[in-house]
């Protein structure tokens, strides 16, 4: 019953949304309720896969007992088990802020379509094969659909027809992409696929590495690499910001995709080809957040430029290098998260005052505003004291005596610069003002609508702290993902061999 537990954060998220969706249609509240329990429910299993993931191997669940590779299987490991809790502690914060501001009453199946999206996200973490890795993009993609649209709009409408068709695009390339693998190889498991890859005659190797670049350009193009990154602008600026604070975590699992599959199955002949285009994405994104005129789009180009900084650290696709990407990724999820959470407790709060970054009339709260989009900015930027400052670092010394080295940290330090300058510019902008005379106390309601933000913000504190043991975690899944033998052993069995 204990590898069963594998599957729970599976199966939580389905069972949840079917709850929550048949509740919600009665009682809201009740519905609501359902949905942030069982996500404090998967924090709670995050951390006991966690737990379980720290003291050995990779462990695999196959379900209904079909042995791989012939049956389902899902495969916990570091890595896995690190980005179920991120996932987790992102997925509470915007349920609780979406639940304490309303926008989950602003339309329907909020709160089941989350769950179905954690269902998505989770799945794809855990999944030990190519094919059930395309379904579960798929369901979180659908999910993400509906959610973009919540809210309604005609912005959002049009956003929301560019994304579907970009993503329907990415999902043709990724089942051709299958196809070229299976019709090589004769088998869709990862583990499986390695060993047999590394044995193909060479006539067929042209083949597979094909399939190999074809899958990198689908997971790039979900990681919103330039120039496959033209969705993701439009896309999350005209999400509702608790939406865009949770797809922060959907690029990462573009990245993750890139982290499992690279290394262990097609070596490292797309990295030269990755850093070029995340070191362009980095200067795009920081310079977008330069030019930024609304607090949304000035959010989304904040996500893009960390985002390719996480991948200008997974590029090499080696334990140094991915042992700093890890320490990042959290970093980078929470930290957008936040600054998107901080941009509607200010539209919120300032009312009147629509999109843009400029002057509005005082108003209560504004204090703590400041405050947590300080937090944000200097987070995301990468000063210390808090993590994006360790994490840029570790980026730059594991850049140190690589191919394309100064262009790395040319390209970090005056990104850093810029965003420097744009944060502060929009910064002066909404906060600039002295308070009002008679602004008061902040109600109760206001306090607690900003308690998500608050518990973001406590993340990234606590992330800073605890860098050492952090670090140390990071730079032992960077060297299990370089140890592909664990991997395929803990799939295929302990009857596996690998031959040269």
């Known amino acids: 019953m204990t590898d069963a537990l594998i599957a729970a954060p599976i199966l939580l998220p389905a069972l949840a949304a079917t709850a929550s969706l048949v509740f919600w249609l009665r009682n809201r509240w009740l519905g609501a309720v359902i949905s942030i329990g069982a996500i404090a429910g998967l924090v709670l299993i995050a951390l006991l896969l966690l737990a379980r993931a720290s003291t050995g191997q990779p462990q695999a669940y196959a379900l209904g007992g079909w042995p791989a590779p012939f049956g389902i299987v899902l495969l916990l490991d570091r890595l896995s088990a690190l980005l179920l809790l991120l996932t987790a502690v992102l997925a509470l914060a915007v349920a609780f802020h979406a639940w304490m501001t309303g926008l989950d009453r602003k339309g329907w199946h ?15 973490f855990l999944t030990g094969d190519l094919f059930n890795l395309f379904v579960f993009f798929e369901v979180l993609l659908i999910a993400s659909y509906a959610l973009l649209l919540h809210g309604q709009g005609a912005q959002r409408l049009t956003a929301g027809l560019h994304y579907v068709i970009v993503n329907l695009v990415g999902s043709v390339l990724f089942l051709f992409a299958l196809g070229l693998l299976y019709g090589v190889t004769g088998t869709l498991n990862m583990a499986d696929m390695a060993v047999r890859g590394a044995l193909l005659p060479v006539g067929d190797r ?9 899958l ?25 910001p608790p939406v865009a604070a949770l797809f922060a975590v959907m690029t990462k699992v573009g990245a993750y995709a890139l982290i499992r599959t690279m290394p262990l199955i097609f070596g490292k002949d797309a990295s030269g080809v990755l850093l070029m285009a995340a070191l362009a994405t980095v200067i795009l994104g920081f310079a977008g957040l330069l030019a930024a005129r609304g607090l949304r789009e000035l959010a989304t180009f904040a996500l893009l430029g960390s985002t390719a900084t996480l991948l200008v650290a997974v590029a090499p696709l080696d334990a140094p290098a991915l042992a700093a990407a890890l320490y990042y990724l959290p970093h980078t999820t929470i930290s957008a998260a936040l600054l998107f959470l901080t941009a509607d407790l200010i539209l919120r709060w300032r009312g009147g005052v629509e999109e843009a970054i400029e002057a509005s009339p005082p108003y209560r ?20 004291p808090l993590s994006g400052f360790i994490g840029k670092l570790l980026i730059l010394e594991a850049a140190l005596g690589r191919p394309h080295d100064i262009a790395i940290w040319v390209v970090i330090l005056a990104s850093s610069l810029a965003a420097t300058i744009g944060f502060a510019r929009a910064g002066s902008r909404l906060f600039w003002k002295p308070a009002p005379p008679d602004g008061g106390a902040l109600s109760r309601n206001a306090l607690a609508e900003a308690l998500p933000a608050a518990f973001l913000l406590a993340f990234l504190i606590f992330w800073s702290v605890g860098a050492g043991p952090a670090t140390a975690y990071a730079e032992a899944t960077a060297r299990q993902l370089a140890a592909a033998n664990g991997y395929v052993g803990a799939v295929l069995g302990p009857a596996w061999e690998r031959k040269p």
């Open 110 to 124: 909020f709160h089941p379509l989350l769950q179905f999206q954690l269902l998505g996200i989770n799945g794809a």
């Open 206 to 214: 042209m083949i597979f590495r094909a399939g190999g670049y074809l």
């Open 216 to 240: 990198a350009t689908v997971f790039a193009l979900k990681a919103a690499l330039l120039p496959l990154h033209l969705w993701l602008p439009r896309t999350y600026a005209a999400a509702a």
């Open 365 to 384: 709260g504004k204090g703590l505003l400041a405050l947590l989009f300080f937090c944000a900015a200097i987070a995301i930027i990468g000063l210390p």
